[in-house]
């Protein structure tokens, strides 16, 4: 009998941000999540927050509607080949792990076990997360939509048909805080240079990234580049720096590294 509404294999930093998210979105309470973690320790401290919690994924695997795989790819193997005597239980599993394939868990599930591929990243910690899904044949459109739902409630989500899309968006939101970390990174030590002090930097400059994505998103009729250009005053500051950025060849240098991430999430999943 499927008695909790979400399970959790490996609730971690990911998996617990998602189950936080669901409790505080009012989804469902506490009580109806049960989650496995391997160490004791750990298990005390979720059964503390009002979760439910086991040692044995597989009674996990049985007892749930919704599974949420939430451990490393490099887990999948051992955990996959525990869950086999329990594939009949077909759960609405989701899986977070980059590069493992539909396939390669319905290997083991079976074919007819609906499955959700999330990729998310980690500003869902904070309720800001960006991810995208994609369902598997055996997963419904209802199935999709509750499950964007739970992602929707922590940030922005989008939907794709084409599993490979999955390794596609990777340097757009997986990795995508990586990039806004090296640059704000970079801006920090350039105003260090020119005496501010990394307290001051960091907040200046990551309010002026937080203002200006804002500005994005609220101006549909500027594209970014419109909207760089009027911030560039002929003979002003702005352009300067611009001139440099396009010397130096900033948006090949992205362009470079998105290419380079998405290879590398191809030969994982391969
Ligand atoms: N972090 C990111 O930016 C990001 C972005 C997109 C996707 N993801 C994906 O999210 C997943 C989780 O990442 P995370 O950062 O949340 O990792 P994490 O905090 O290390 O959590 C992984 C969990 O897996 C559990 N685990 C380890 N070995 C296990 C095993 N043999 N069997 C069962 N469970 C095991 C650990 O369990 P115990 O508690 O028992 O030690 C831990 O709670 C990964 O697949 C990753 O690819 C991460």
């Known amino acids: 009998m499927k008695r909790y509404q979400i399970g959790v294999i490996g609730a971690g930093n990911m998996g617990m941000?998602?189950?936080?998210?669901?409790?505080?979105?009012?989804?469902?309470p506490a009580a109806d999540v049960l989650l496995f973690n391997r160490s004791a320790e750990k298990r005390a401290a979720r059964a503390a927050e009002g979760f439910a919690v086991t040692d044995d994924y597989t009674l996990l695997y049985t007892s749930c509607k919704m599974v949420i795989?939430?451990?490393?790819?490099?887990?999948?193997?051992?955990?996959?080949?525990?869950?086999?005597?329990?594939?009949?239980?077909?759960?609405?599993?989701?899986?977070?792990?980059?590069?493992?394939p539909f396939a390669r868990m319905e290997t083991v599930l079976g074919a007819d076990c609906p499955i959700i591929r999330v990729m998310p990243?980690?500003?869902?910690?904070?309720?800001?997360?960006?991810?995208?899904?994609?369902?598997?044949?055996?997963?419904?459109?209802?199935q999709l939509a509750a499950v964007r739902a739970l992602f929707d409630s922590m940030g922005v989500t989008a939907v794709y048909e084409n599993e490979n899309m999955?390794?596609?968006?990777?340097?757009?939101?997986g990795s995508a805080p990586a990039y806004v970390y090296a640059f704000?990174?970079?801006?920090?030590?350039?105003?260090?240079?020119?005496?501010?002090?990394?307290?001051?930097?960091?907040?200046?400059?990551?309010?002026?990234?937080?203002?200006?994505?804002?500005?994005?998103?609220?101006?549909?009729?500027?594209?970014?580049?419109e909207l760089t250009r009027a911030v560039c005053s002929p003979g002003g500051t702005t352009i300067e720096a611009v001139h440099v950025l396009e010397k130096r060849g900033f948006a090949d240098i992205l362009a470079e590294a998105s290419d380079k991430c998405i290879d590398r999430a191809y030969e994982l999943g391969s």
């Open 184 to 225: 704000i990174d970079a801006m920090v030590r350039s105003a260090q240079s020119h005496g501010l002090s990394a307290e001051d930097a960091t907040r200046l400059f990551c309010y002026s990234c937080i203002g200006a994505a804002e500005m994005v998103l609220a101006n549909h009729d500027q594209t970014p580049a």
């Open 17 to 28: 941000a998602i189950v936080r998210g669901a409790v505080r979105a009012g989804m469902c």
């Open 166 to 173: 999955l390794n596609e968006v990777i340097p757009y939101n």
């Open 121 to 142: 990243n980690t500003p869902l910690m904070i309720g800001k997360g960006a991810s995208v899904l994609v369902r598997n044949r055996a997963a419904s459109e209802e």
């Open 69 to 100: 795989l939430g451990f490393k790819p490099q887990n999948f193997d051992e955990v996959l080949s525990a869950l086999r005597p329990v594939a009949n239980a077909k759960p609405l599993v989701v899986s977070i792990a980059a590069g493992v």
